[in-house]
């Protein structure tokens, strides 16, 4: 197969215009960024008082619930630090498997909010499919059973019950509560193969000066 440069060009400039409009781009040091960017989290400094997923629910629910909050804290009883806890957001994919399960179009990219992926409950008509197709565990889309319709995490981008500037380019409500500062965001994209690219060593000397480790 042979391509004229003319072709090249036009092709390559249509990949760059698609990547454009998508949100993807290069930051100065050359690393892939996601205009609308990622959650990471330090499981090491969480300390699993849960406050980011009842602030989760209060802002986008307006109640305090743990089955309606859109990021997970799982707690093991028998387990020991740091194994006990893990906590479990949204990854927001850069291919999401839950947007392309959708047959409605209910779950998208809202190209209001930076093409974060996101669910439009007036559109879900209840089949989940955006829940089984996650391959995470547990899964990061979640089914509501109270108002019948999946949502997930769309970084506070529609966050009817919260009076502050949210979303991607604004807060996010478990970025702001977590009393610990175990959370971060980034728009740098991490590695889409491994958790490992979602974790992060958030603790600094003041953390180990509590007389917690800091590695």
Known sequence: LTISRRDFLKYSGMTIIGSSLLGFSLDA????????GFLLLDPKKCQGCASCMLAC?????????????????????????PDDIAVSQC??????????????????R???????????R????????CV???????GRAIWNAEEGHSQKCDLCAAAPYWREKSGPN?????????????ITFTTIIPDQ???DGYIVNLRDTVWGSLGFPTT
Do not use: M
């Open 91 to 108: 990854r927001q994919c850069v291919n999401p498997a839950c947007v392309a399960a959708c047959p409605t179009g209910a779950l998208h």
């Open 122 to 129: 007036f559109k879900c008509i209840g089949c989940k499919q």
């Open 170 to 182: 604004g807060k996010k409500a478990c970025l702001e509560i977590c009393p610990v500062r175990a």
């Open 29 to 36: 040091a050359g690393q892939e960024t996601a205009a609308w």
């Open 57 to 81: 629910s209060l802002v986008h629910e307006g109640v305090t619930s743990f089955s309606r909050s859109r990021i997970q804290v799982l707690q093991n009883s028998f387990g020991k630090w």
């Open 193 to 195: 193969a491994s958790d």
């Open 132 to 138: 089984n197709a996650c391959p995470y565990a547990p």
């Open 110 to 120: 809202d190209p209001f909010h930076n093409n974060v992926a996101t669910v439009n």
